[in-house]
């Protein structure tokens, strides 16, 4: 388990370094030099731009550069915003705290309606089962900004219950505010992990060990707590995971179509101002926990199931 | 060579076929040929001309002149949808070829020469699926600008790991089947090996993977221009009509909820045909390896 551990680690770090050497370098490539953003329509003296590249560091070899970044980030020093000159840090801590928000707000949906309708329709077989698995499967269909689009134009326009846009003050005015965008974020994931719950159970109640209980004369809510639940755990725990550390990439649509400043928000708007400092940092604060959580979700499924440490270290 | 093994040969060859679609299967292709149909011949079908609106007909209800009625600038609602089918359907087309074009090479590499050129792609693949296809687009638009060809690329480039991973696996069991032995000792060359036969008979795969892709590229590009990074207004495009968030906020639903249904059915579809060519009712193995392919 030890090994398993230093092995997910050893991967999640050599990712980590090549996923910040591509968002780094990926900004590099972009067309025109960083500083023109500064002056606008306005072109300076070549003094005045070589003053201005110096003070942002922008002379220094592509390499050098890319070390100092990450010396800094692995400090926690995110850089400066090149529109507005705050700390990264400081200019994403807000948005930071709305997109965890909605994406623990989602996770929580995902882990009550994707796993509660899969075992629902894998322990009630007949017309349950038939309901659940056509609403599932509509689901895994329906992209955020679909649900996003349907869900404003019938709870927030017509009927009213929910706001359309932006975020309301204190605790309930978040949870008001962020129920549609959490909804819209968790239905296609929903739909996943119902999926593979339903269908990692069926395998389950159709082994051995099973029929060995039942036949044992174990009641069947036993039966079920004891040998189906523990041994289905694994690979729905591994969808979950996975599919909870892909809401952080969704989030930025979600947010878009109902106006959240989040991480997204604030993605898209430094690409338009071309304020890469902040883009950098926002993308690998996303990669990162991305990464992060689908190493958290291997590990607790290795926890689980021994037999799954060698398939998922391959 | 012993016309046994000719035998085995031809009959691994006559194996691919495509699999009985069921019920379920005809009515996701009769939607989906619908849908290819609407977009092939456009302007015939669409009853007025997408980009040119009338503004003293803005937001006309639906009825003879319009069947979905207009838009805020008096544009007809259907015939953008139709026209809409157009771009929503080349943009995912393109990224799933693009990524088979780079796939395919890559992974029969991998699965035949093993080694340490198997271990650099399969690190490779791994760095790619680390980072959300999503971003990646999201990121490619941040360098080269907005547009519809960055992130076709960017989505190409992000979609290799699931199609990659999945044909090394299927070309690593082909290759220790016995009818490679037989080809390897006819003096067969490994080209000509993975092209002609293992390409083959990993054929309904690929057809299968790939539909599922499509699917999720549809989702991604429409996402896209959903935020103003692909597809570029005025231009109609499925994402684009679907995030209308004026008309929605005004009370004019329409549009937006016709696209919707549209971007439903069209991925439904393409998942249910997906996973009739692949044979087999989806498992949880399936599920783990596509890993909701976002």
Known sequence: MIGFVAKRLGGLLLTLFVASFAVYGAVYLAPGSPESVLFGSHPPSPEVRAAVRHFLGLDRPFVARYAIWLGNVAHGDLGRSVISQQAVSDRISA????????????????????????????????????????????ATAMPAFVTAALLTSFFAVRLGWFPSYGLEAGFGGWLRSLTLPAVSLAVISSGLVARVTRTATRQVIASDHVTTAEARGLSRRRTIRSHVLRNSAGPVLSVTGLQVASLFAGAVVVEQAFGLNGLGGLLISSIEQKDFPVVQAIALLLVTAFVVLNAVADVLVAALDPGARSAVAR | ?????????????????????????????????????AALFAPLLAPHDPDTGNLLAAYARPGAAHWLGTDATGRDIASRLIYGARTSLLGPAAIVALSLLIGVP????????????????????????????????????????????????????????????????AAERERRQEYVRALTVQGASALSISTRHVLRNIAPLIASQSTVAFAYALIDLASLSFLGLAVQPPEADWGVLASDRDAVLQGHSTQVVAASVLVIVTVLSLFVLGARLAGERPTVRGFLRRRGAR
């Open chain 1, 95 to 138: 948005p930071l705290n709305v997109t965890l928000a909605l994406v623990a707000y989602a996770a929580v949906l995902i882990v009550i309606f994707g796993v509660g309708l899969g075992l629902l329709s894998a322990l009630k077989p007949g017309p349950i089962d038939a309901t659940v698995t056509g609403v599932v499967s509509l």
């Open chain 2, 1 to 37: 060579m012993t016309a046994a093994v000719e035998v085995a040969i031809r009959r691994r060859r006559r194996a691919v076929r495509l699999p009985a679609l069921g019920a379920s299967g005809w009515v996701a292709l009769t939607a989906v040929a619908l849908v290819v149909l």
């Open chain 2, 106 to 169: 890559l992974a029969l590499v991998s699965a035949w020469r093993g080694g340490w050129v198997a271990f650099v792609i399969t690190r490779m693949l791994d760095v790619l699926f680390a980072i959300p296809g999503l971003l990646i687009a999201i990121l490619a638009t941040a360098v080269f600008g907005a547009g519809l060809r960055a992130a076709v690329l960017a989505l190409a480039v992000a979609y290799l790991p699931y199609t990659a991973r999945i044909i090394v696996s």
